[in-house]
């Protein structure tokens, strides 16, 4: 059975920088897309970031380029998504997922390929 534990939310001011971190087991992960999502009250839930299972792309929302990372630890079964300059508008609970099947040249970057989620970390930005 596959399992995502997402850490690294808190309160944070404007301005500053939090790591999230999301720890795989279950399954070969080096072998399979990852992605972050977030959802604010009342919202959808979005995608913020993904990176293939090779690691040689990436994704990011317009809302987050520039200020967010997305990387990814083979070794360590663990997806990062560094998040820097944030503001109130980030404000959400932060969902890590991977994606039912494997491999796929373009399969992260895909909404509904994933299937598999975490149970989320909020994350909060004051102004």
């Known amino acids: 059975q596959v399992q995502l534990v997402e850490s690294g939310g808190g309160l944070v001011q404007a301005g500053g920088s939090l790591r999230l971190s999301c720890a795989a087991s279950?399954?070969?992960?080096?072998?399979?897309?990852m992605g972050w999502f977030r959802q604010a009250p009342g919202k959808e839930r979005d995608m913020v970031a993904a990176?293939?299972?090779?690691?040689?792309?990436?994704y990011y929302a317009d809302s987050v380029k520039g200020r967010f990372t997305i990387s990814r630890d083979n070794a360590k079964n663990t997806v990062y998504l560094q998040m820097n300059s944030l503001k109130p508008e980030d404000t959400a609970v932060y969902y890590c997922?991977?994606?039912?099947?494997?491999?796929?040249?373009?399969?992260?970057?895909?909404?509904?390929?994933?299937?598999?989620w975490g149970q989320g970390t909020q994350v909060t930005v004051s102004s």
């Open positions: 997922a991977t994606t039912r099947n494997p491999y796929g040249s373009d399969r992260f970057v895909r909404r509904n390929e994933y299937a598999i």
């Open positions: 279950g399954r070969t992960f080096s072998s399979y897309a």
């Open positions: 990176i293939s299972w090779s690691a040689g792309s990436t």
